[in-house]
T-cell receptor, first 114, second 109 residues
Framework: DSGVTQTPKHLITATGQRVTLRCSPR?????VYWYQQSLDQGLQFLIQ???????AKGNILERFSAQQFPDLHSELNLSSLELGDSALYFC?????????????FGPGTRLTVL | GQSLEQPSEVTAVEGAIVQINCTYQ??????LSWYQQHDGGAPTFLSY????GLEETGRFSSFLSRSDSYGYLLLQELQMKDSASYFC??????????FGSGTQLTVLP
């Protein structure tokens, strides 16, 4: 158990819908990252927050948005869903900024768009 | 931009040694990380190399050559539980990780 929690574990929805994925980082970690992992693919970095502020953006679609709240939990919002958005979405957290810091991953949310 | 290359699959027998290579191209470089992911599970951190050379942690070692834009993960005394996907990831100019596509390691009895 990494200490990072994600809800829900599974999500099944239809094309065109909007969903919200939630992540609670490890206690004391200020940095939160969101990744997308499609079938048999690597992890695609989406976005990073540090202490409530957006710090870096990766290949995140305009239909996707995220935020980090004062209690440091984060939410990833996916809208106008398409079939291709079906994937595992991971949240990770680390104490500090910087890719060299060990990132602790949550169990992921498996999103299925029908 | 950044790109990483690693073999898609590697197979070895229990007790053997296996090396998973990773080459990268990046506009900025701070270090190379390795993560392990079992089927359906969360990735877990294995190592991070910022400087050239070999870092050893138990049965696993990681090597980096910055001049060659190359690194590898060495797994010794392979066990069945080591069957998993292994990802190298570059810590680049934006100080966030860019992951390779992963190497599926299968350990045979």
């Amino acid at each position: 158990d990494s200490g990072v929690t994600q809800t829900p574990k599974h999500l099944i929805t239809a094309t065109g819908q909007r969903v919200t994925l939630r992540c609670s980082p490890r206690s004391g970690d200020l940095s939160v990252y969101w990744y997308q992992q499609s079938l048999d693919q690597g992890l695609q970095f989406l976005i990073q927050y540090y202490n409530g502020e957006e710090r870096a953006k990766g290949n995140i679609l305009e239909r996707f948005s995220a935020q980090q709240f004062p209690d440091l939990h984060s939410e990833l919002n996916l809208s106008s869903l398409e079939l291709g958005d079906s994937a595992l979405y991971f949240c990770a957290s680390s104490v500090e900024l910087g890719g060299g810091n060990e990132q602790f991953f949550g169990p992921g949310t498996r999103l299925t768009v029908l | 931009g950044q790109s990483l290359e690693q073999p898609s699959e590697v197979t070895a027998v229990e007790g053997a040694i296996v090396q998973i290579n990773c080459t990268y191209q990046t506009s900025g470089f701070y270090g190379l990380s390795w993560y392990q992911q079992h089927d359906g599970g969360a990735p877990t951190f294995l190592s991070y190399n910022a400087l050239d050379g070999l870092e050893e942690t138990g049965r696993f070692s990681s090597f980096l050559s910055r001049s060659d834009s190359y690194g590898y993960l060495l797994l010794q005394e392979l066990q069945m539980k080591d069957s998993a996907s292994y990802f190298c990831a570059v810590d680049g100019s934006a100080r966030q990780l860019t992951f390779g596509s992963g190497t599926q390691l299968t350990v045979l009895p």
